[in-house]
């Protein structure tokens, strides 16, 4: 168990200081910040558009973080020798590619979490495209000014005493985004105090766990890839079982009757359209908790698929 620790310590540490996490990170968090601004002439649906547009960005960065991440933490060893040092000592194949999906899925948990966090005061900005709304300019400026001091303490840290800047940045950015969030909690748009649930969406909190838990799907499929393919092969994989699996009804689902082909591919793959409820709390209904613990099951047996998978296809990779 602590051979399987230190592996998820080293990959977590390794993948947060690539700068490709950091840019991706960025891209996500301006596109979500930015959402009621290019949702401003949606003739009074721009909260709607901003769930869905938030969502979408959530499930993408998903598969982006989840290809490169792993390509880096696993293929590279591979290629540069290093994982013969690893294997060498007392580690199993199992071990070592179970450590590594746990790291490259929790480098994708913290970005969600950053992002997530973040959406769930984003959608109680109003932008005024009416006389009687009000641009909520203490979300604004709270997480503007978490991005800036996060930056600027990484940028002092690393000048004075040379601090990895982009795994600093990280390391700040959940530190701040979580005190804002906080804030925020107690905050209205009039900058006055009201109660800690007062604007928290719970219907909202349940579709970003799903989509957590769609990419968790595709963490363990770009960790298989990465075990046989290159980056761009890898990403390639994620990007085919993404798509696949979010038409799988489309592509699949109608044939199965017709085609035993489709029928056998509409049960390999998953279904990510399980994992994307927005479109239903957007016409005012609940997701029930029992829905959730039965997609947590649903992702719980495609996980460990997916990694029996790349462990069989693992063990018997050359290392040298």
């Given amino acids: 168990m602590l051979r399987v620790l230190s592996i998820i310590k080293n990959t977590l540490s390794e993948a947060i200081r690539q700068p490709i996490y950091l840019i991706i990170l960025l891209c996500g968090i ?25 969502m979408a960005t959530l499930l993408v960065i998903g598969v982006l973080v989840s ?8 293929h590279r060893e591979i290629e540069n020798n290093t994982l013969i040092t690893v294997i060498s000592k007392p580690i199993s194949r199992p071990e ?28 109680r900005t109003k932008i005024t495209e009416a006389a009687y709304s009000q641009t909520d300019y203490p979300v604004l400026i709270g997480y503007s000014s978490a991005i800036l001091f996060s930056f600027f303490l990484s940028a002092y840290g690393n000048f004075f005493y040379n601090k990895p800047f982009t795994s600093s940045v990280v390391n700040n ?7 804002i969030f906080f ?33 968790a799907l595709i963490c363990a499929t770009a960790v298989t890839a990465s075990t046989r393919l290159s980056t761009g ?25 017709t085609s035993k082909i489709s029928s056998i591919m509409y049960n390999i793959i998953p279904n990510l359209q399980m994992y994307w409820v927005i479109d239903i709390i957007l016409d005012e209904k609940d997701v029930p908790l029992s829905y959730v613990y039965q997609v947590f099951g649903y992702t ?5 698929a997916i990694l029996s998978l790349a462990m069989a296809l693992f063990q018997n990779r050359e290392t040298n």
């Fill in 30 to 54: 301006f596109a979500v910040l930015a959402s009621p601004y290019y949702t401003l002439f949606a003739l009074l649906e721009n909260d709607k558009l901003i769930k869905d547009m938030g």
């Fill in 67 to 74: 290809a490169f991440t792993a390509s880096s933490v696993v």
């Fill in 96 to 123: 070592f590619l179970v450590g590594k999906f746990i790291g490259v899925l929790l480098c994708v948990v913290i970005m969600e979490y950053l992002l997530g966090s973040m959406l769930l005061h984003v959608v």
């Fill in 173 to 179: 950015l959940l530190v701040s985004f979580t005190g």
């Fill in 183 to 215: 804030l925020l909690c107690f905050v209205n748009n009039r900058w006055e105090t009201q109660p800690l649930t007062t604007n928290l969406d719970l219907q909202l909190i349940i579709a970003i766990l799903l989509v957590i838990m769609a990419t």
């Fill in 233 to 257: 092969s890898t990403f390639a994989v994620c990007m085919a079982f993404f798509l696949l699996g979010l038409f799988s009804d489309y592509v699949f689902g109608q044939y199965t009757t």
């Fill in 300 to 304: 719980l047996l495609f996980l460990m």
